[in-house]
């Protein structure tokens, strides 16, 4: 979307500036202010469009026929820089401070508005991987501060960005069910144990530094809930085999271990049957209680990286 266009010197004529933004984000109208000034740059940052824009607007807005007039939805990450804000979408009004983040759909109305000089960096997501992470939850006017938990590992999620948007989706999806509180570290971390216990290479460490935190500190507050980050892992992978075993009778058992997250086999036979006091093959075996819907193997996906 902007790798045709050229970003002009700081102007004050409200025209020109609503023009430049408009060529790299769409239909927004600018309420001006009495002294009007105002800079739109535009980059490829990991793979998308990423929009600075500098402006002492009153505000800008997006209504219901605005978003109708893009062709192609996506959603617009947006940091406040400097300067404060009031972003509005849905039924959330929040205030940015320098380094929070808002998620703000393109399909939906929307209305910005700024106290004084402020710059924004809106970093513009396709729309497909984001709506799949989120399943049935509404994403827009998600807040996360950007020294909340999910807002510092937002933030290292971006500086690794490279033309895939799965980490990042994944930690907005969990943000998502924070509410306006935000989530504590342990909650977080179950969040992303929940999502990737799968990925055979999933370990503490790696958990750690998706969050951003030491893995002494992950430890600390995990700890405080009665579980470990290793614990919470080896039980959700336990979980998801279980369901296997039950209910994909088409699998051998190495094949159900291997799709739940086991990385060593023959020691997933033995914690099975500590846990259980019996093999998989035998408790495969074993008559089952109501029938469940068949457990869908989750797709291959990128490693969590170290």
Known sequence: MTEHWRPRPPTADPRRFQGDLRAVC???????????AGLVTAERFGGFDLVRVATNARA????ATDAMRDHVPHYFLIRQLSGRSHMAQ?????TLQPGDFFLASSTRASLFRYEGNSVQASLHLPRAPLSDAFGKAAAGGLHLPGDSVMGRAVGRA???LAGQVDELAELLAIAQGGGDSGLRLADAAQGLIARRASDPALTPAVLAETLGVSLRCLQRALAATGDTASGAIAARRMALVRDLLRQRSD???TACAAAAGFPDISRFTRDFRAAHGC??????RAPQPDAAPN???????PQARA
Not at 26 to 36: D, E, I, T
């Open 158 to 160: 971006l500086r690794r």
């Open 295 to 301: 457990v869908a193997i989750r797709q291959d996906r």
């Open 279 to 284: 093999t998989p093959g035998q408790y495969r």
């Open 251 to 253: 699998l051998t058992v």
């Open 60 to 63: 800008i807005e997006r209504d």
């Open 26 to 36: 769409g239909a927004f109208q600018v309420h001006a202010a009495a002294r009007p």
């Open 90 to 94: 849905r039924d959330h009004q929040v």
